[in-house]
């Protein structure tokens, strides 16, 4: 016990005295939770339209009115001919225009029928695709609103919609969790593997194996600070989601600890199996940065969506961890199920942990 | 006779194909500084990695300490001090915690620990240093500081990997006299190296080529064996068969 204490003290010596670990221990978590949380959001709000109404009756001025009011759009400008509206475009000063004809109302009313224009700046297809979605919806609302007054129609099918679990549809909910699932990797498995290959480098490794150290001891000590500093890094992501970002944690605190852990010894086996390979830093942030956080980041469905991925690129999705550990955290947090639902994705994370560690602590006696 | 210290019959470690020492069979006494000479590749390394539990033989018998290194390489692991050609030392750690460090892993009491510590300082006069990291030190303060750091648990048997690698001449004679010491307190030290100069300050000497002992005795017989003037030569006319 008291080879081992020397050892943890050892290691927390390296990790307190190199800025650079610091850094990333710590300042990397909560720069990207803030940057994630304040940049990838796919929610609009205010966004410059422009109005061409030469009709300017009654129920032309109350549409604009009621985009106006909607809280996504802001009226930039209103335009007086057709031909401004190419320019306002390629200012960028617009991102939608809403264009009446010159006898909305009268149609309206008299004819019970007509048309308006949405034009979007397609140059940035997510948000051109939102933004008409939402007028969409303001002018269906619009619609029904005027109907209702009306004789009703003989077929009517009113489409009502209802986000379960996300009704505002807020972007956190998803990257509380990625953000979880990539500081945990990055932390466990890069720090570990890198941590690992600087013994090697520096040739410390063969004081320690020839020392009356165990293996396992050895591994231990290397990752034991890191497990306890992935932890707490856990919880800052989980608190700032929670207090900056609403994010909603419905289920139990507990199990979700219990979950991270699970997920953390994965990238640590994961780490120590890239150590065992790697024999200096470089070449251990390369498999670690390359074959654990890029697949994280794109495949996991952290970014884009599992479900719009090829056949195959799934597949591959499903042998990444992150994979499943971020269906677990946003079913924990987000809809509040207990374990009896996750047994599924905690059977695949136990299986990876118990595969990736028995591999790494092969190849470890076999390689050091 | 005394019971070696050291003790191995057709000692041999393949990896793959490759025979990387090749059945060699020596005994070292207590006291003995005995020298492991040979080309980078001759197996050297090999040699004392497996005496020194770190890799298992292929085949063959080897006992240190009286321990079998196949069958009980923990065991051997508790006797020996170990110092590689790298000096392992944590540079980012003070000189002081260094020795904590190593001292912890060996088992020591911190009372002990803290004892050995100022002794150390002492006998390097590193007094003013023993709070500065080890990074800043010189290549030969850091080697010195290795070694004793190795014999710290006050192991009977040392074994050294090409210690003075990259040291310059006085620092490397600085060295043995420290190697020296150790021995005249009875403690058993093997040395590899490839400088054929220091092959002159060891008791025996096992010159290696290609995985096998091709000569094995005092530098003084050595020489008269091979009717050379000094090591270098000895290790040249071997070398070329």
Redesign the interface.
Known sequence: M??F???I??EF??IL??PRTLLILFGMPVAQVLLFGFVLTNEIKNAAIAVYDPASDAESIELTQKMASSGYFRIERTLQTVQELEPAFRQGKIKLALVFPPNFGQRLNHEGRTQVQLIGDASDPNTATTLINYASSIVQDFQRKRRGSEASQPYRVDVESRMLYNPEMKAVYAFVPGVMTLILMLISAMMTSITIAKEKE???M?????????PIQIILGKTTPYLALSFVNAIIVVLIGVFVFGMPMMGSIGLLALETTLYMFVALSLGILISTRAADQQTALFMSGLGLLMPTMLLSGFIFPRESMPYVLQLVGNIIPATWFNQIIKSIMIKGVGISYLYIQTAVLLGMAVVFLALSMRNFKDRL | MEEPVIFTENLTKTFGRFTAVNKISFSVYPGEIFGFLGANGAGKTTALRML???LKPSSGIAQVAGVDVMRQP?QV??R?G????????????TIR?NI????????LKRAVVKQKTSELIDKLELGAHVDQLVRSLPLGWRQKLALSV?MLHEPRIVFLDEPTSGVDPLTRRQFWDLIYEAAHQGVTLMVTTHYMEEAEYCKRISMMVDGKIEALDTPGQLKKQFNAESMDEVFRKLARG
């Open positions: 008291n080879r204490r020397a050892f003290i050892k010596r390296h005295r190199d520096m040739g410390t063969e004081v320690l194996l020839v020392s009356p150290l165990k | 020194s539990g770190l923990e692991k508790r020996i170990y110092m590689s050609q790298k000096f392992s030392l944590y540079e980012d750690l915690e904590r460090f190593y001292g912890g892993v060996y088992g190795a």
